[in-house]
């Protein structure tokens, strides 16, 4: 069996599809390029109309890549939208987001007339060197411009033992870095009677692994005790808290459980445990009623807390949303306009955390590389999620390996960091025995 996966969306699609890679494997499937397969499982996405267009688009296009194969459709759209994405694109098998741990096994049995699994050793499928792993599922929350709890359901995490059990498999098979996902990962365990950070203390204290990173987590249910945790040097430096917007006003209406002021004391709060932290947040531009003043206070914010990363989205409608249907939209100038400068900003403030690293010596996870003349460069992360390129020798591997280097320089884009190696030739060689082809022997 021959099977490819595609997935749109947040992380927690990538951690979904991860594992279900992994569960194939073990049943003896092969992981291949969706024009390669016989199977296609795709992961789809509709927190946006936009994300819904792309979702019915990449059906599409994976039916024009390869039309023979068996098409599986699973994901927040494939749950909203069971019948256009069967009827209408052409999906063979949708399977909606209450069904989704058992997609292996459905697929399996839809598919068993036709083809064959054979029980063998798992074979871990990966493209990236640190693996996504889900530990929730759905939000008792309702945000007005959010789809996603409908999409997704009531809150439901997964016991722990599971959870460390899991991280265990994965790191045998070489991972070096896990980051844990949920839609709201902060809510974890409030059907287990457990918190978040029991969950994180019980995988620093039950395995080894040399990097343990979280998703995106909601700015409250947050708790000193949680922040506490970064004492160990094993629980990554950065947090991505969406902040969504800097006004009250625009919170309210958003029905966000955070207020600006919140905010502020959440930040003074965790630089008091973790000092260095790097955080990165989401803001809505342009949410239906935001003024000129709304959105000054998000700017003020957003240079307050000294974010390193923004993800900006202009809002757009969603149907079957309660701010769908407020009736004072921004026009999309305004949007526009309000989107350039909060880019500008962000731009500006993402050199600052740079440079604030500078000169410095950090361990690195190298990750992928490409050819450039007769070296590779290679590009990772630091442990603040800071992301690093360096140039090494052709013939010099430091594929899925943790290298501490200096910080000397930042890219002319002024979106990384460039390093050199601390170490001697002879020691690099010494200390890293696996070795690339030349460059010019690349596939």
Not at 61 to 68: D, E, L, V
Not at 89 to 96: E, K, N, Q, R
Not at 153 to 170: D, H, M
Not at 187 to 202: K, N, Q, T
């Amino acid at each position: 069996m021959r099977v490819a996966f595609e997935t749109l969306g947040c992380r927690l699609n990538e951690a979904e599809a991860e594992a279900w890679a992994r569960q194939f494997a073990a049943r003896g499937a092969r992981i291949v390029p969706v024009d390669q397969a016989e199977v296609v499982v795709l992961n789809t996405c509709a927190v946006t109309q936009e994300a819904v267009r792309k979702s019915r688009h990449l059906i599409r296009g994976i039916r024009r890549a390869n039309p023979s194969a068996q098409l599986v459709v699973s994901g927040c759209y494939a749950t909203l939208h069971p019948s256009e994405a069967a009827a209408a694109l052409g999906a063979d098998l949708v399977i909606v987001n209450r069904d989704k741990d058992q997609l292996v096994e459905l697929t399996k049995a839809w598919l068993e007339e036709n083809f064959t699994f054979q029980e063998s050793e798992a074979v871990f499928p990966r493209s990236r060197q640190r693996a996504f792993v889900k530990v929730q599922d759905g939000c008792r929350h309702r945000c007005t411009f959010c789809i996603v709890t409908v999409a997704r359901g009531q809150e439901r995490s997964r016991p722990i033992s599971e959870v460390v059990e899991e991280i265990r498999t994965l790191q045998a098979y070489g991972v070096q870095e896990v980051v844990l996902t949920g839609v709201h990962l902060g809510g974890y365990g409030s059907d287990l009677g457990v918190r978040l950070e029991h969950l994180i203390a019980a995988v620093l204290e039950d395995t080894d692994l040399p990097r343990l990173r979280l998703g995106s987590l909601e700015p409250w249910e947050i708790s000193a005790a949680f922040f506490k945790l970064f004492h160990n040097p094993r629980l990554m430096p950065h947090l991505h808290l969406p902040l969504q917007s800097g006004s009250d006003r625009v919170l309210r209406r958003m029905g966000r459980r955070c207020r600006r002021r919140d905010f502020i004391e959440l930040m003074a709060l965790a630089r008091r445990y973790c000092p260095d932290l790097n955080v990165t947040t989401d803001i809505i531009v342009g949410f239906p009623g935001e003024t000129e003043a709304d959105f000054d206070q998000t700017l003020t914010l957003v240079e307050e807390v000294g974010f390193s990363h923004v993800h900006i989205f202009p809002y757009s409608p969603r149907a079957g949303t309660v701010a769908a249907r407020f009736s004072d939209q921004i026009p999309q100038a305004v949007k526009r306009a309000r989107s350039q400068t909060l880019h500008a900003l962000t731009a500006r403030l993402r050199r600052a955390a740079l440079e604030k690293h500078l000169g410095r010596i950090e361990p690195v996870l190298w990750e992928k590389h490409q050819a450039l003349e007769n070296d590779w460069v290679f590009f990772g992360y630091t442990p603040h999620y800071l992301r690093v390129q360096m140039v090494m020798p052709a013939g010099v591997d430091l594929t899925n390996t943790i290298l501490p280097v200096r910080l000397g320089n930042i890219t002319p884009q002024g979106d990384k960091l460039v390093a050199e190696p601390i170490l001697s030739e002879h020691q690099q060689n010494r200390w890293l025995p696996q070795s690339l082809p030349p460059a010019a022997e690349k596939r």
